[in-house]
């Protein structure tokens, strides 16, 4: 089994800037895709920001320019860095991955959400 535990949430002003971590750990063959997803109250999860083995990264047009992700493969850890915060980014962050336990099976694996709130 494959875990993910995310950190970094919490309350910020506008225009302020909060860095999320996700490391994964267990039985981790390899990982192919590492990524964050946010939620908020009565709307679906939507893709924020992914980044692949290969360093190729994909981005929601609302967060372009403002947040970067990383990802450290040593660590099997994604950062993922936001800057310009506004009240439209408050959710919750789950932070996800495909991956693989051997066996040539990938399997999507999801963390416990971390909270993201903008607010003066």
């Known amino acids: 089994q494959v875990q993910l535990v995310e950190s970094g949430g919490g309350l910020v002003q506008p225009g302020g800037s909060l860095r999320l971590s996700c490391a994964a750990s267990g039985s981790i063959f390899s990982i192919k895709t590492m990524g964050w997803y946010r939620q908020t109250p009565g709307k679906q999860r939507e893709l924020v920001a992914r980044?692949?083995?290969?360093?190729?990264?994909t981005y929601a047009d609302s967060v372009k320019g403002r947040f970067t992700i990383s990802r450290d493969n040593a660590k099997n850890t994604a950062y993922l860095q936001m800057n310009t915060l506004k009240p439209e980014d408050t959710a919750v962050y789950y932070c996800?991955?495909?991956?693989?336990?051997?066996?040539?099976?990938?399997?999507?694996?999801w963390g416990q959400g971390t909270q993201v709130t903008v607010s003066s």
């Open positions: 980044i692949t083995d290969g360093g190729g990264t």
């Open positions: 996800y991955s495909v991956a693989s336990e051997g066996g040539g099976q990938w399997s999507a694996y």
